[in-house]
């Protein structure tokens, strides 16, 4: 089995091809266009990442696993329905809460650094963030997307959990290209 034996390849294809039409498809929305600047170069960052999720995804899943029902962690149920619940919420609430803000911020750092053409110091990449998405939009999706997208996420077999993270986060980029062309 592929995603079993060789899960960071794996992982890396999944997330560099979807995230890569998700670019697209953000493009096409922006421009009309499907043509996107700098399309390899992103590939390969969405691809290191999908490697990364693949990772920290299993990092809190058995985190959270072998912490429930313990002093530490005590939400745990008699109700394999429900365990399952409190295991894909209680592992997507703090993967979210830990990893998600700090993965997008340097996700941005790479596109700015793409998109310029060399490598942005810290303070210059700061200043040119909007403090808006920042500081309201992006913790809000974190909260109202991507927490329950998660727990969906979670509920899943661990071979299908960073495919399923590629597609939510194809149509999260579907669902803000629709919603920046209404307004």
Known sequence: HVVANY?????????????????MIKTRGKTGSYRTPDLWAKFIVWGIYGMLF?????????????????????????????????????????????FCYPMMMTHEWFNTCIAKRRILGGAEFLKGLDPHI??????????????????ITFCLPPDFRILMSAFLSLALGFILTISAKKQ
């Open 54 to 98: 693949t990772l920290v995804f299993a990092i809190f899943a058995k985190g959270i696993g072998g912490l429930s029902g313990s002093p530490v962690w005590p939400f745990r149920s008699d109700s394999r329905f429900w365990n399952t619940l409190i295991f894909a919420f209680s592992t997507s609430l703090w993967l979210n809460l830990v």
């Open 134 to 151: 920042w500081g309201s939009y992006l913790p809000k999706s974190i909260v109202v997307f991507w927490i329950p997208a998660h727990t």
């Open 7 to 23: 899960p960071y390849v794996s992982g890396f294809i999944k997330v560099g091809i979807l995230a890569s039409f998700g670019e």
